[in-house]
């Protein structure tokens, strides 16, 4: 019998209430429900208020706990930064964990063996992916410093950044992706944005200073070179 999943919320909400108890749930605290717009429970009336919480990072007893638990918690909490809600563990019962550690202690060795492998295979894909964005920079931006373009592809697709090069969008090479990795690149090496800070000014407002240099460099750069006829 497959394992019940539900949502567990740390809330970025402040008006909602439990279903059951009808006491309000503060900010930050765990709410459940199928999303946080619906109807749900405060922790303490939910199925979980005795299950034990599994903190993300090892893949092998996250899916194994969750198989021996007759529910699973999934906990997430919202990243302001990136705009959208990321796992913070599950909650399961304590037993389903001792077991899932047994399992993972009898084949842990087998398993390292097939990770670093798999690191390996990840990393050399990895290297593929950067230098065939690199090419897509060149394609559109045909004027772009000599070099350069593999420098942006690095920073933009960089592990675990978050940065537009590690979307999906980016890894068709979409154009407006390349254009956001190529106008960061500008912003911070050619312009005085980085030095604008803590100068009584926001964000917003340095951008909005620098854009037309921004706007002008890339201009430059998708032109296509002119070939000197006197070489």
């Known amino acids: 019998m497959a394992t019940e999943s539900q949502n567990i919320y740390l809330t970025k909400r402040e008006k909602l209430k439990c279903k059951k108890c009808n006491t309000s749930i503060p900010l930050g605290k765990a709410f459940v429900g199928e999303t946080e717009k619906s109807r749900g429970t405060c922790f303490a009336c939910s199925d979980f208020v005795d299950y034990t919480l599994l903190p993300p990072g090892n893949a092998a007893m996250t899916r194994r706990s969750k198989k021996h638990s007759d529910k699973c918690g999934v906990l997430l909490t919202w990243n302001q ?38 690191a390996i295979t990840r990393e ?70 980085d030095t604008q800070f803590g100068k009584g000014k926001g964000k917003k407002e340095i951008r909005s200073d620098i854009k037309f240099d921004v706007k002008r460099i890339m201009m430059q750069w998708r032109q296509l070179p002119t070939l000197d006829l006197f070489e």
């Open 81 to 118: 930064r990136r705009k959208r809600y990321e796992r913070k563990g599950q909650y399961v019962e304590a037993a389903a964990i001792e077991k899932a550690k047994i399992e993972c202690a009898a084949d842990q060795k087998v398993r390292d063996q097939k990770n670093e492998k798999a």
């Open 124 to 193: 050399k894909q990895d290297k593929i992916y950067i230098n065939d964005f690199a090419i897509a920079i060149r394609e559109v931006y045909h004027s772009c410093p000599k070099g350069r373009e593999f420098k942006i592809a690095e920073h933009a697709c960089e592990k675990h950044s978050g940065r537009v090069g590690r979307t999906a969008n980016a890894k068709k090479f979409d154009k407006q992706m390349i254009d956001l990795a190529v106008e960061a690149h500008i912003r911070h090496m050619e312009t005085n944005y």
